[in-house]
T-cell receptor, first 110, second 116 residues
C-alpha cells in the first residue's frame, strides 16, 4: 500500500518561514509533488522533486530525501494569501496517478 | 480550452437517482484523472485515462461508479443510485502525458455533489 503523512495544521505569522513535512510509504517511488488549494478552489501544482535535494521556486522551496522517505515544502516571507491547504503527493504503485496526503492547513496571521 | 472545465459546478440530487458529471480537459492533454474530495479531506483517486489505453479504474469505490472518455477528450463520470456518502467535490484533472507528476496536473474547479 501507499500512504503519505503530513501535519493537519500549521500556523504562522506574516513574514515568517514555515516548513510542511511529508513522510511517505510507497511500493514504488518516482518523486514527490506539492499542491496548494485555497478554500473552495482547485488544487494548483507547486513543485515536483524527482531527485534528492532542494528545488527553489521564488518564495517556495521543496526538498526530497529518498533515503529517509521524507520531503518538505518550505514557504518563506509568508503572506496572508499563503493561507491554504498544502498537499504532498506521490505516484501510485501502478505509476498511473498521484496519491495525495490528507493535506496541511496553513493559517497565516498578521 | 484554456483550463479544465467541469459541469455542473453544483448538483443536488435525491438519494437513489443517477448523476452525470462532465469534464472537458485542456486541449492536447492526453491524460485525464478523476478525484473525489470529501469535506476537509485529501483527494481520493478514482480513475485515470491515458490516450487510447485501457483506463485505470482501481480507485472507483463501487460498481455504482463508472466513467468514460470519448474521442480522447471529454470525460463523463456517472454515479448510479446515489447514496448520501457520495456527497463530495468531484475534481477532474488533466496533464500533458501519463507522466504528469513532473509537469503537474491542472485541476478543474470541481462539481460539488450533494445527495439528499
Amino acid at each position: 500500500g501507499q500512504s503519505l503523512e503530513q501535519p493537519s495544521e500549521v500556523t504562522a505569522v506574516e513574514g515568517a518561514i514555515v516548513q510542511i513535512n511529508c513522510t511517505y510509504q510507497t511500493s514504488g517511488f518516482y518523486g514527490l509533488s506539492w499542491y496548494q488549494q485555497h478554500d473552495g478552489g482547485a488544487p494548483t501544482f507547486l513543485s515536483y522533486n524527482a531527485l534528492d535535494g532542494l528545488e527553489e521556486t521564488g518564495r517556495f522551496s521543496s526538498f526530497l530525501s529518498r533515503s529517509d522517505s521524507y520531503g518538505y515544502l518550505l514557504l518563506q516571507e509568508l503572506q496572508m494569501k499563503d493561507s491554504a491547504s498544502y498537499f504532498c503527493a506521490a505516484t501510485n504503485q501502478a505509476g498511473t496517478a498521484l496519491i495525495f496526503g490528507k493535506g496541511t492547513t496553513l493559517s497565516v496571521s498578521s | 480550452g484554456a483550463g479544465v472545465s467541469q459541469s455542473p459546478s453544483n448538483k443536488v440530487t435525491e438519494k437513489g437517482k443517477d448523476v452525470e458529471l462532465r469534464c472537458d480537459p485542456i486541449s492536447g492533454h492526453t491524460a485525464l484523472y478523476w478525484y473525489r474530495q470529501s469535506l476537509g479531506q485529501g483527494l481520493e483517486f478514482l480513475i485515470y485515462f491515458q490516450g487510447n489505453s485501457a483506463p485505470d479504474k482501481s480507485g472507483l469505490p463501487s460498481d455504482r461508479f463508472s466513467a468514460e472518455r470519448t474521442g480522447g477528450s471529454v470525460s463523463t463520470l456517472t454515479i448510479q443510485r446515489t447514496q448520501q456518502e457520495d456527497s463530495a467535490v468531484y475534481l477532474c484533472a488533466s496533464s500533458l502525458s501519463g507522466q504528469g507528476a513532473d509537469y503537474g496536473y491542472t485541476f478543474g474547479s470541481g462539481t460539488r455533489l450533494t445527495v439528499v
